[in-house]
C-alpha cells in the first residue's frame, strides 16, 4: 500500500462531516490538502488543527466556478503542483419526497449537489488530462491522479422518503460513471463512494426530524461515522497507480434500505 505523502489534494465540503475526516485521514497519510466549505472560520480553524503548513483554505459556495477555479489555483500556488487527489464532497440532503420536500429548497440542493459536482469533475479532469496529453499507453500512468465523489445508496435505490434528494445523487452517480469511462483510459481514476446513513451535520441540514433520526439511528445503527467514509476514501486513493477501485458502497451492517 502507498502512502499518500506525495500527493495533493482538493477536498470540497471540509468544514464538517465527511469531508473533514476525509482532510484529517489525507494529512495524516502525509498529503497536503487544499480545503473549502463556505464557513470560512470552520476551515481555519481546521487548518490550524491540522497544520498551516499542510493544508490551505478557500472559502466559498462549491458551485461557482469562480471558487472552484480558485480553488484548484490555491493547490498550485501553495504546494507547487496541480492538485492529483480532487474529492467531490460539498453536498446537501432534503427532507420529503417529490411531492412532500421544500421545493423552495430544489434549485440550491441541485445546483450544489449536481452541478457544482459537474464543474470541479471537469475542471480538475480538464488539467489532469493536460498533463498527460503528450503521453500514450500506459505512460499516462506516471503520477496517481484521482476524482473520488461521493454519492449515496439512495442514489442506487430509490427512496420514497428522500425522492428529490436522492435524485440529485442518482444524477451523480451517471456522472462519475461517465467520467470514469472518459478520463480512466487517460490513467485518471474516477471513483464513487455510496454512503448509507453517516452521522453528521447532514440530518440537520436535511431538516429531519430529530424523533426520525433517533429512531431510524436506534433501528440501523450505530450509523457510520465520518472516519468510516475517510477510511475508504484512503484505501482508494493510496492503491498502486495501476488499480482502481471504482465503487464503495458503505452501510451500517444493520442498515437494511436503502
Ligand atoms: N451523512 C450521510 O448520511 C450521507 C450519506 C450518503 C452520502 N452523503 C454525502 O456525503 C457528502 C458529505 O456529507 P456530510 O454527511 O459530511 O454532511 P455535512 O456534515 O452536512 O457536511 C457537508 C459539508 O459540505 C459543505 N457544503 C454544503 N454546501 C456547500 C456549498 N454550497 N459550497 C461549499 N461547501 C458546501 C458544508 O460546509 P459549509 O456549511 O461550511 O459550506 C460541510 O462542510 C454529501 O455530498 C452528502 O450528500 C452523506
Given at each position: 500500500m502507498q502512502t499518500l505523502s506525495?500527493?495533493?489534494?482538493?477536498?470540497?465540503?471540509?468544514?464538517?462531516?465527511?469531508?473533514?475526516?476525509?482532510?484529517?485521514?489525507?494529512?495524516?497519510?502525509?498529503?497536503?490538502v487544499v480545503i473549502n466549505g463556505r464557513r470560512g472560520e470552520k476551515l481555519e480553524a481546521i487548518a490550524k488543527e491540522l497544520g498551516s503548513d499542510k493544508v490551505a483554505c478557500v472559502a466559498g459556495d462549491c458551485a461557482d466556478v469562480g471558487v472552484i477555479s480558485a480553488i484548484l489555483?490555491?493547490?498550485?500556488?501553495?504546494?507547487?503542483?496541480?492538485?492529483?487527489?480532487?474529492?467531490?464532497?460539498?453536498?446537501?440532503g432534503l427532507n420529503g419526497s417529490v411531492m412532500t420536500s421544500d421545493t423552495g429548497q430544489w434549485e440550491e440542493m441541485v445546483r450544489t449537489n449536481l452541478l457544482g459536482a459537474a464543474h470541479l469533475i471537469r475542471m480538475a479532469g480538464t488539467k489532469m488530462m493536460a498533463e498527460s496529453a503528450a503521453l500514450t499507453g500506459?505512460?499516462?500512468?506516471t503520477r496517481s491522479r484521482d476524482i473520488i465523489v461521493?454519492?449515496?445508496?439512495?442514489?442506487?435505490?430509490v427512496s420514497p422518503f428522500s425522492s428529490m434528494y436522492g435524485s440529485t445523487k442518482f444524477a451523480v452517480h451517471g456522472l462519475t460513471e461517465g467520467a470514469r469511462r472518459e478520463l480512466g483510459p487517460k490513467g485518471i481514476r474516477v471513483s464513487l463512494i455510496?454512503?448509507?446513513?453517516?452521522?453528521?451535520?447532514f440530518q440537520g441540514v436535511a431538516g429531519y426530524a430529530?424523533?426520525?433520526?433517533?429512531?431510524?439511528?436506534?433501528?440501523?445503527?450505530?450509523?457510520l461515522t465520518p472516519?468510516?467514509?475517510?477510511?475508504?476514501?484512503?484505501?482508494?486513493?493510496?492503491q498502486p497507480k495501476g488499480v482502481h477501485v471504482a465503487d464503495v458502497l458503505i452501510r451500517p451492517t444493520r442498515q437494511d434500505y436503502p
Open positions: 506525495d500527493r495533493i489534494g482538493v477536498i470540497t465540503g471540509a468544514s464538517a462531516g465527511i469531508g473533514y475526516a476525509i482532510a484529517k485521514q489525507y494529512v495524516a497519510a502525509g498529503a497536503r489555483e490555491m493547490a498550485e500556488k501553495r504546494f507547487g503542483r496541480s492538485a492529483d487527489l480532487v474529492v467531490v464532497n460539498a453536498g446537501r500506459p505512460a499516462v500512468l461521493l454519492g449515496s445508496t439512495v442514489g442506487r435505490h455510496e454512503p448509507g446513513f453517516v452521522v453528521s451535520e430529530e424523533k426520525w433520526v433517533e429512531e431510524t439511528f436506534a433501528r440501523i445503527g450505530p450509523p472516519d468510516d467514509i475517510g477510511r475508504v476514501a484512503t484505501f482508494i486513493a493510496s
